[in-house]
C-alpha cells in the first residue's frame, strides 16, 4: 500500500469508533455536487461519468466543498451505479432526469447477460486510482470516505431502469422469483465486497454502504433481502482486510426508510448506522449504545431552505440529542441541487459550535 501523509483531523475516524472526541465531525451526503457553482462549472465541459472516471477531475470536485467549507470528511466522488456498469450494464445520466438504464433487466434470463465476475481493478481501477490521488491531495487534513451501493438498492435499478415512485418492477421479482433474485442480490455482494476492500487498499479511511432504498420493503422482506447481504458485506470486507494484514476501516451503512431495522443493523459488523431524518436520534442513540456502535445523522436536508439562524437552532438541538459522543452529525439525505452552500455552511458551523460546548460541559 502506499504511504499518505499524516492526518490532522480525524475526529470522523475516532468518533466512527466511539472514542472521545473534542467536537462532533460533520460531512454531508452529496456535498459534492449542483449546487456548488464550481460543480457546475466542471459539469459544463465533462458529461458525468467522465469525471468519475478521470482521477483528476474526480479528485477536483471531491475537494471543492472541502475548500468552502470546515468539514471533517472528503468523500470520493463517484456514483453507486458504476457497479452495475462493471457487470456489463449500460448506465446514462440524463439531465433533469437522472440515472437511466437504456436495457434494464426485464426477466431473470437476464442475469445471464451479465458479467457475473468482472475483473474489479480493470473495470473500477479509475476509481481506486482517484482515491489514491485524493489520499495524496488531501495532505492529511481530513479522513477519505469511499462508498459503494447495497446489492438491493443496485439490483432495483438495474429492474426499475431509473428512479421509482413504487419500484414496483423490482418488488415482483421479490415475490414472484424470490430464489432468482437472491442469486442476483449475491452476484452484486460478491463484486461489492471486491470493490471496498479495493477501495480500502487504494486508501479510503471509512467505508459507506447506501441501502437508499431501504424503506419501500417490509422488515421480513428486509430481513431477507437487505439485511443478510448487508451483513455479508461488513463481515467478508473486514475478513479480507484482515486475512492481508490491513486494519479494517470502519464501515458505515445507511438503509434510509428502514425504521425497524436499526437494532438489528445494530448487531452486525458496522461501526457506524446512519439514521435519515425521520428517524428519532434518542431511540436510535439507546438502541446504539447496547451494541457500541456510532450513530450517523440526521438533520432534515429540508431545513437548508430555512433561514441560517433556524438551521442553527434545529443543528444545536439534533446534537443535544445525540449527546456528543459516537456521533457524526450529517444531513439524513443529500443535498439538493437548489441549495445554497452558505446554509451548509451554517450547518457545519452549528455543529462544531454547540458540539464543543456540549462536550465541555460533560
Ligand atoms: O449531473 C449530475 O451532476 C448528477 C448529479 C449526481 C451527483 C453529484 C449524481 C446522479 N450522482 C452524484 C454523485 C454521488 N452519488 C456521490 C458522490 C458525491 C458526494 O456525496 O459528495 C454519491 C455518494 C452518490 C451516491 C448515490 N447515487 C446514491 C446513494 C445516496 C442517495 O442519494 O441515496 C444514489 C441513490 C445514487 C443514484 C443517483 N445518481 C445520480 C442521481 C440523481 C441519483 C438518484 C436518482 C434517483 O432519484 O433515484
Known amino acids: 500500500m502506499e504511504s499518505f501523509p499524516a492526518m490532522k483531523n480525524d475526529l470522523l475516524l475516532r468518533a466512527a469508533r466511539g472514542e472521545k472526541v473534542e467536537k462532533v465531525p460533520v460531512w454531508a451526503m452529496r456535498q459534492a455536487g449542483r449546487y456548488l457553482p464550481e460543480f457546475r462549472e466542471v459539469r459544463s465541459k465533462h458529461d458525468f461519468f467522465t469525471v468519475c472516471r478521470t482521477p483528476e477531475l474526480a479528485c477536483e470536485v471531491t475537494l471543492q466543498p472541502l475548500r468552502r467549507m470546515d468539514l471533517d470528511a472528503a468523500i470520493i466522488f463517484s456514483d453507486i451505479l458504476v457497479i452495475p456498469q462493471a457487470l ?10 437522472g440515472p ?26 479509475y476509481v481506486f486510482e ?3 490521488l ?4 488531501l495532505e492529511g487534513k481530513v479522513p477519505l470516505i469511499g462508498f459503494s451501493g447495497a446489492p438491493w438498492t443496485l439490483m432495483s435499478y438495474m429492474i426499475e431502469g431509473s428512479g421509482s415512485t413504487t419500484f414496483s418492477k423490482s418488488r415482483f421479482w421479490l415475490y414472484r422469483y424470490p430464489e432468482e433474485s437472491k442469486k442476483l442480490l449475491s ?10 476492500v479495493g477501495q480500502a487498499k487504494a486508501g479510503a479511511q471509512l467505508l459507506q454502504v447506501f441501502e437508499s432504498h431501504g424503506g419501500f420493503l417490509d422488515e421480513t422482506i428486509f430481513n431477507d433481502f437487505s439485511l443478510f447481504y448487508l451483513r455479508r458485506i461488513a463481515s467478508e470486507v473486514k475478513q479480507h482486510l484482515i486475512s492481508e494484514d490491513i486494519t ?3 464501515m458505515t451503512v445507511f438503509a434510509k426508510g428502514a425504521h425497524y431495522a436499526v437494532e438489528s443493523l445494530a448487531q452486525t459488523e458496522y461501526d457506524v448506522i446512519g439514521l435519515d431524518w425521520t428517524m428519532d436520534p434518542e431511540k436510535a442513540r439507546s438502541t446504539a449504545q447496547k451494541y457500541n456502535k456510532s450513530l450517523q445523522g440526521n438533520l432534515d436536508p429540508a431545513a437548508l431552505y430555512g433561514s441560517c439562524e433556524s438551521i442553527a437552532q434545529r443543528t444545536t438541538e439534533i446534537v443535544r440529542k445525540f449527546g456528543g459522543k459516537g456521533h ?13 452552500p452558505e446554509h451548509l455552511n451554517a450547518f457545519v458551523e452549528a455543529v462544531h459550535r454547540s458540539s464543543e460546548e456540549l462536550i465541555q460541559k460533560q
Request: charged residues 20%; without cysteine; negative net charge.
Open 248 to 250: 479494517p476501516v470502519p
Open 88 to 97: 456489463g450494464m449500460e448506465v446514462q445520466m440524463v439531465p433533469g432526469k
Open 187 to 196: 452476484i452484486l455482494t460478491d463484486v461489492i465486497v471486491k470493490y471496498l
Open 134 to 137: 485524493t489520499r495524496q491531495k
Open 100 to 125: 437511466v438504464f437504456p436495457n434494464p433487466l426485464v426477466t431473470p434470463d437476464d442475469i445471464q447477460k451479465l458479467n457475473a465476475t468482472p475483473d474489479i481493478s480493470k473495470e473500477l481501477g
Open 130 to 132: 482517484a482515491i489514491t
Open 328 to 340: 457524526i452529525a450529517n444531513l439524513g439525505h443529500g443535498m439538493h441541487p437548489d441549495m445554497e
